[in-house]
């Protein structure tokens, strides 16, 4: 059984910051990919960034240069740094990771709120 646990969502702010974080547990070996995905209301799930295990990464161009994701494979954690946060990033965060097999698991989601 694989875990994944975030937390560090919450409200925030028009132009404040948010760290999410997320940690993999069970019987899990290996990973290959780490990162974020999010689903607005009355949207469809898109990917926010993601991280490879070689430490190469990959943002959503809606993200780029306000987001910052990182993982620590001790420790089976990815990050989000978020800053400049805006009003279209509400939206409940999910994180995932993909093993060397292919195979997805996926977080419960946390939600963050931005908003004055």
């Known amino acids: 059984q694989v875990q994944l646990v975030e937390s560090g969502g919450g409200l925030v702010q028009p132009g404040g910051s948010l760290r999410l974080s997320c940690a993999a547990s069970?019987?899990?070996?290996?990973?290959?990919?780490m990162g974020w995905h999010r689903q607005a209301p009355g949207k469809e799930r898109e990917l926010v960034a993601f991280?490879?295990?070689?430490?190469?990464?990959q943002y959503a161009e809606s993200v780029k240069g306000r987001f910052t994701i990182s993982r620590d494979n001790t420790k089976r954690t990815v990050y989000l740094q978020m800053n400049g946060l805006r009003p279209d990033d509400t939206a409940v965060y999910y994180c995932?990771?993909?093993?060397?097999?292919?195979?997805?698991?996926w977080g419960q989601g946390t939600q963050v709120i931005v908003s004055s």
């Open positions: 069970g019987s899990i070996f290996s990973i290959n990919f």
């Open positions: 991280s490879r295990v070689d430490g190469s990464t």
């Open positions: 995932y990771l993909v093993t060397p097999e292919g195979r997805p698991y």
